[in-house]
């Protein structure tokens, strides 16, 4: 990314501040017409990518003085021109649509030549500003699907259509809602825009320390204390976040050190990190941004979504901290030494307090109150940064300087949050109006259907292994959107209830960023910690095997999910529960004491046999684990057990 100096900092600056109080005045005072507000934060977005993101990394930093080099690649403080023509482009193709609104709305059915143009330039743009901003797969995606749509006369058989015209297609995604202005475009500027900012703010303001601080605080104290730490950081960090990467990058620079250091090696340290940071979209209040899709799609409050969320969340990261435990205890891996933990009042220092609860409490009352999750995120915000101002404050010049920290914050979540989120959001639209303009969602619908036939639980398997490759090669938001558009349909049609379908696939959209080949949670994981990929990715795997299969558990079971009977959500629970920690101490070869392959093998199939609720299996279950801590405790013990972390799990 660039560093803008001179006039173009001040233009980028602009730019940022217009972006942002758009942002914050839609968010309180409502949201304009979808096509006003698309066009202008799509404007603005595509002014940043261009400014701030170069179209080489590698030759930017070659920094030659020649003019093409100067005309293509520009300079580490300046755009290149071709840039330059971009940013004034992507204001006349959506300064147009912004200007005609009303008749777009109205979709009148003709077209001027120029406008097909207009339509084109700017679906070109988009593809150069995805791939710069989060790299080839998304565009690739969209082209593939522009191909398919116009070729499909070509396929044959099952998957063939009449194919349409190009002038067809560009006028449907330019002079119609339901191309680049369609719901993802209007969600992400409406509604997930203000929370790209909110996270930014809240790390600026202190509460990510705070979080570090409390993970520190509790997590140190139990058995692989590094590793708790690092689980429970990126449960927090995660409802700041929502992604992957972003969590890994942020916590693991502390945690993946800390880890190595008091004796784990790489490969574990970093399968932690991966493992717990994936599982940061899922945690409510502030999830991934796919939840927020999720709830625009089934039509209910965000706040549904975040309820039903919270018993696989805490599922997700009991695994994760059991699988922590058991491994610490095979390996001799101890609690936090006393001089590397923070004391009381520094953890439950009161600024730190009210920093944390201050914002965090207005979000989720305003949530409970079933008002709209843009507002809920747009008063925490000004809180946030209303309580940072005037906290312990004792001059001007304090005031200044924690001003200037807002004001990178803010800065920050424009350029690398909202204007990245705005660029893929319209480029997946792309897509998912491609989808639906060819009827693939229909076709995959039938042809997932002729496979299973009347098995729910075969297109589960089928609709698990599609949303994984999607998760694997494309960030989460991205997998799960085209996830839901083109199988959400299928599960509904074989009466799975609209919330745990859509939840199955956002989970799995969550699992592809710990699962090969492309992992890219353990791929930078891999940077801080070293040690082999593949290996770390299997141990990822491994930590949250439970959770790979929790996602079948809550589709027959809704119960997970927060519906039905508190007796019946408790009981579930519990038996979920009960189930994952008894497949870690099966996966990680310990309970009472290391165990051999006999008991490990009657706690694995315990402890899967617990996550089919039922009378029956539970009771077959709790026979089978009991039977292997009853031969624990008759065995002899070994004398020694060697810490060899390289030891497959």
């Not at 077209?111 to 080839?136: C, D, H, N, W």
């Not at 696939?505 to 080949?517: A, E, K, Q, R, T």
């Amino acid at each position: 990314m660039r560093e803008l100096s001179g006039f173009w900092k001040f233009i980028g600056i602009f730019f940022v501040s217009i972006l942002v109080a758009a942002t914050i005045y839609t968010s309180l005072a409502g949201a304009w017409h979808p096509v006003i507000q698309g066009s202008i934060f799509l404007s603005f977005a595509f002014a940043l990518v261009f400014l701030y993101f170069p179209l080489s990394k590698s030759r930017l930093k070659a920094q030659s003085s020649s003019f093409w080099e100067t005309v293509l690649w520009g300079r580490k403080n300046s755009p290149a021109g071709l840039d330059i023509v971009m940013m004034i482009a992507s204001f006349i193709v959506c300064g147009y649509v912004l200007w005609n609104w009303e008749e777009i709305t109205r979709q009148r059915w003709m077209y001027q030549p120029y406008e097909l143009v207009f339509s084109a330039f700017l679906g070109i743009m988009l593809l150069e500003a995805t791939r710069r901003t989060t790299g080839k797969i998304i565009p690739i995606m969209a082209i593939l699907f522009l191909l398919y749509a116009l070729f499909g006369d070509f396929i044959p058989g099952f998957f063939g259509h009449p194919g349409f015209p190009l002038r067809e297609i560009l006028y449907h995604f330019y002079m119609m809602t339901e191309g680049y202005w369609g719901l993802l475009t209007d969600l992400t500027c409406r509604v997930i825009a203000i929370f790209l900012l909110l996270g930014p703010v809240l790390f600026a303001t202190g509460v990510g320390d705070t979080f570090m601080n409390l993970a520190r605080y509790f997590g140190g104290r139990i058995s692989g204390g590094a590793g708790q730490i690092a689980v429970i950081s990126s449960a927090c960090f995660g409802t700041l976040s929502g992604s992957a990467v972003a969590n890994v990058a942020t916590t693991g620079t502390f945690t993946i050190p800390t880890m190595k250091k008091l004796g784990y090696k790489p490969e574990l340290a970093g399968a932690i990190e991966a493992s717990a940071s994936s599982g940061g979209q899922i945690m409510p209040p502030i999830m991934g941004v796919g939840a927020f899709v999720m709830a625009e799609m089934l039509g209910i409050p965000y706040l549904y979504v975040c309820v039903a969320a919270i018993i696989p969340a805490l599922i997700y990261f009991f695994g994760v901290g059991a699988g922590v435990f058991f491994s610490a205890k095979k390996y001799g891996l101890g609690k936090v030494p006393a001089e590397l933990m923070p004391k009381t009042r520094e953890v439950f220092d009161p600024a730190a307090m009210v920093n944390l609860f201050i914002p965090i409490g207005i979000l989720l009352y305003i949530l409970i109150l079933l008002l709209p999750a843009q507002l809920a995120a747009a008063f925490a915000l000004i809180a946030a940064m209303g309580t940072f101002l005037i906290s312990r404050i004792y001059s001007p010049k304090q005031i200044w300087g924690r001003t200037r920290i807002l004001a990178r914050a803010l800065s920050s979540g424009a350029i690398t949050a909202l204007a990245t989120l705005m660029v893929m959001a319209v480029c997946v639209q792309m897509a998912v109006s491609l989808v639906s303009l060819t009827g693939l969602a229909v076709k995959m619908s039938e042809a997932i259907l002729s496979l299973a036939g009347v098995n729910v639980l075969l297109a589960l398997f089928f609709t698990m292994v599609i949303i994984m490759i999607l998760g694997m090669g494309m960030p989460t938001t991205a997998a799960y959107i085209i996830g839901a558009a083109v199988l959400g349909s299928t599960l509904i049609g074989l009466e799975v209830k609209g919330l745990p379908a859509h939840m199955f696939i956002f989970y799995y959209s969550v699992l592809g960023n710990i699962s090969p080949p492309v992992c890219v949670a353990v791929y930078t994981a891999v940077t801080i910690s070293g040690g082999n990929w593949l290996r770390m990715a299997v141990i990822a795997m491994s930590l949250c095997l439970g959770s790979y299969l929790i996602p079948f558990t809550f589709v027959y079971y809704p119960a997970l999910l927060m519906q039905g009977e508190p007796l019946k959500i408790i009981s579930t629970t519990l038996t979920a529960l009960t189930g994952v920690l008894f497949l870690s101490a099966g996966i990680f070869g310990y309970f009472a004491r290391p165990t051999n392959i006999f008991e490990r093998l009657l706690f694995i199939a315990g402890g899967l046999l617990l996550f089919k609720p039922g009378l029956t299996t539970d009771l077959v279950g709790a026979t089978l684990i009991a039977s292997a801590y009853i031969s624990q405790r008759l065995r002899r013990p070994n004398l020694v057990a060697r810490p060899d972390l390289e030891e497959r799990p």
